[in-house]
């Protein structure tokens, strides 16, 4: 399932459930007015996000609309909180994830933690301090064939222009490691923790030195773009 936020007239941005190629969205107020209500209601909410889901991948969507990254509003940042530092060696300026999970319990075991994840996306910096979002925000399924045996999310990156011929440039796919379900553990050692947001640093920078107009995507387990593509942020050299 992979959704995204589309302007409305007035109030917040309206939910939508995007595609699995990217191409069309179907808004989902009946189910969700916004994103805060989804995340209220998840148990409940996320089994009927996910049949639509599935109705835009067989054609049986009765409400698609062609998708453009370019409709989706800004995923909101106020309620990243936590963030997972990278490790020595990263910067604030390398890839990040973002994570809204459910809550979890004192000590919790990898599997609770899991369970416990909601919805994914990825960017370049730190969110609400000039870091860039993915317009799109994907539940743990679309990430099958991405994590390591050790509870660990390894995803490949490109590099692309954002305007004139689509072509890669420089390293196709650097690779970006995120300690998830460690660093998820260890925070629950400390005592239960409430639903909410997290911010996760890679594990090295990975991402290359671009000017302003190139973007970065993420890609999924069958060489497709995830989350769609991630304005670029200029970074000098070290």
Request: proline share 11%; with cysteine; glycine share 12%.
């Amino acid at each position: 399932m992979k959704l995204t936020r589309l302007p409305r007239p007035r109030g917040e941005p309206a939910l939508a459930v995007v595609s699995h190629d990217l191409s069309l969205c179907q808004p989902v107020e009946g189910i969700a007015r916004s994103l805060d209500a989804a995340l209220a209601d998840w148990a409940t909410v996320a089994p009927q996000l996910a049949e639509v889901g599935h109705a835009l991948e067989f054609g049986a969507a009765r409400h698609a609309w062609p998708f453009s990254e370019q409709m989706a509003q800004a995923w909101p940042v106020a309620g990243i909180e936590r963030m997972c530092a990278p490790p020595e060696g990263g910067t604030a300026a390398d890839l990040t994830l973002v994570v809204w999970a459910g809550a979890l319990p004192c000590r919790a075991t990898p599997d609770a933690i899991r369970s416990a994840l909601w919805l994914l996306t990825f960017g370049v910096g730190v969110p609400g301090q000039g870091g860039t979002l993915a317009p799109v925000a994907v539940s743990p399924d679309e990430l099958e064939g991405v994590w390591t045996a050790d509870g660990r999310l390894q995803v490949s990156i490109r590099c692309r222009p954002a305007e004139g011929p689509d072509r890669v440039t420089g390293r196709e796919h650097p690779q970006g490691c995120f300690e998830v379900i460690n660093a998820l553990g260890e925070a629950s050692r400390a005592g239960p923790q409430p639903p909410g947001v997290w911010c996760f640093g890679a594990q090295a920078p990975v991402v290359p030195v671009r000017p302003a107009g190139y973007r970065l995507e993420i890609v999924d387990a069958r060489g497709g773009n995830l989350c769609g593509r991630i304005p670029g942020v200029r970074t000098s050299p070290s």
